[in-house]
């Protein structure tokens, strides 16, 4: 498995962007897919995107679709997270997660239980 941490995470105000990163150690980055998701206080955690192994391939949920862009670069072993137009509805702890079965593509992005390695999170705090 490989091992995942989150960064770039922070305060900012409404209608600002940010960019997260999730580094993820070993050699087999590339045979990953890469999920974000997110969680905010007293809420269930929720699927916001993912990418595909070659970057070919990527999903959005509708919350996020058109505000945020997924991309990865396999040759630094990192997933990046843009984000825009940000909400204070936004605000949450944001996890990166990386997992080898996905038998449909797109189809089943959203399924966490998928996902074998997880980061630690960064914390977004979006103001009004």
């Known amino acids: 498995q490989v091992q995942l941490v989150e960064s770039g995470g922070g305060l900012v105000q409404a209608g600002d962007s940010l960019r997260l990163s999730c580094a993820a150690s070993?050699?087999?980055?590339?045979?990953?897919?890469m999920g974000w998701f997110r969680q905010a206080p007293g809420k269930e955690r929720e699927f916001l995107t993912a990418?595909?192994?070659?970057?070919?391939?990527?999903s959005y949920a509708d919350s996020v679709k058109g505000r945020f862009t997924i991309s990865r670069d396999n040759a630094k072993n990192t997933v990046y997270l843009q984000m825009s137009s940000l909400k204070p509805e936004d605000t949450a702890v944001y996890y990166c997660?990386?997992?080898?079965?996905?038998?449909?593509?797109?189809?089943?992005?959203?399924?966490?239980?998928?996902?074998?390695?997880w980061g630690q999170g960064t914390q977004v705090t979006v103001s009004s």
């Open positions: 990418i595909g192994r070659s970057g070919g391939i990527k």
């Open positions: 070993g050699r087999s980055f590339s045979s990953y897919h």
């Open positions: 997660a990386a997992g080898r079965s996905f038998p449909d593509y797109g189809a089943n992005y959203h399924q966490d239980f998928r996902y074998e390695s």
